[in-house]
């Protein structure tokens, strides 16, 4: 069916709406962090006092449990603090795709918003946002409007892709939506890196091709080797692979030493640690950021 004009400002106001609806949700989350942040910071002062206060009536046993409850309070802290780093994000730019999925048996469509990060609505108990390493988000790179599959906690999911449209979201503001097809895909790409005109590493994520999502989301061989020119983004595709890695294992990574340094080295023990670590178990569930979907 062609898009008439009417058609498509129709569609693009509605996703302008939804996109501020989206925002609002996470200024709300991130509100409530505040507060978390706050009660979180007060408990820790409380604790400090009370060891300093205390000291000379306290047991050296007393001692060392109280140290250890405000180390895991200081913990907890940035944890939630990281949580409102990735919204913060994400309030800039929540998302750069959506496809509706119908699964086979299901009569209704689900909207997928793929992003940088995950958001979870916990007062709708769904996602609004999916991490674009989730197992769901693979559809948006690998396949176009038809059939569609992709391989879940649960195990293949199949069934089709009804509608696919690209965004640029900057500054919180929809520059353009786009109902995307392979052409449309590949014009944006260019775009994209078109407007690489510094030697800073870019985020690729919104453009990546499906040879180079394959590349990425390998999980079976133990060696891979990216061949091509000077240019060509193989050093990109490689530190996408290892947050594809990282959030793949999260829990049973020993994370220092990929994030700060990036060599050959390190990223084949990435893969071998990451294989060790999740023998046996495909896939973890975790609404908050971890993989799933």
């Known amino acids: 069916m062609k898009l008439t004009k009417t058609m498509i400002n129709t569609t693009e106001t509605m996703e ?19 507060s978390r942040l706050r009660d979180q910071a007060a408990e820790i002062r409380e604790q ?3 060891l300093w206060e205390q000291r000379a009536e306290m047991d050296h046993v007393e001692k060392i449990s109280t140290r250890q409850s405000i180390e895991q309070t200081v913990l907890a802290g940035e944890n939630v603090l990281a949580r409102k780093k990735r919204l913060r994000q994400l309030l800039l730019s929540p998302y750069f795709g959506r496809f509706d999925f119908i699964r086979d048996g299901q009569a209704q469509p689900i909207a997928v918003y793929v ?6 609505d916990e007062e709708q108990k769904k996602h609004l946002i999916y991490d674009w390493r989730a197992p769901i988000a693979t559809m948006f790179y690998d396949y176009e409007t038809g059939e569609a599959r992709y391989e879940s ?73 990216i061949q091509g020119v000077a240019g060509s983004g193989k050093t990109s ?7 594809f890695l990282l959030y793949r294992c999260q829990g049973h990574l020993d994370f220092e030493g990929y994030t700060d340094h990036f060599t050959e080295q390190g990223l084949c023990r990435l893969h071998f640690q990451c294989a060790a670590g999740t023998r046996g178990r495909k896939y973890s569930r975790n609404r908050n950021g971890g993989p799933g979907g």
């Open 153 to 225: 906690p649960s195990g293949v999911i199949s069934g089709r892709i009804e509608l696919k449209r690209q965004f640029r979201i900057r500054d919180g503001r929809m520059e353009f939506m786009l109902e995307s097809s392979l052409n449309i895909l590949d014009d944006v790409l260019q775009e994209e890196l078109s407007r690489a005109a510094d030697d800073r590493m870019k985020n690729i994520v919104a453009t990546i091709q499906r040879d180079q999502n394959a590349i990425i989301r390998n999980e079976d061989a133990h060696a891979l080797i």
């Open 16 to 34: 302008r709406a939804h996109l501020e609806k989206v925002r609002i949700k996470l200024r709300a989350t991130m509100v409530q962090i505040d």
């Open 237 to 243: 595709i490689a530190l996408h692979r290892i947050a």
């Open 48 to 50: 400090k006092n009370y």
């Open 115 to 120: 992003g940088i990060h995950t958001f979870f």
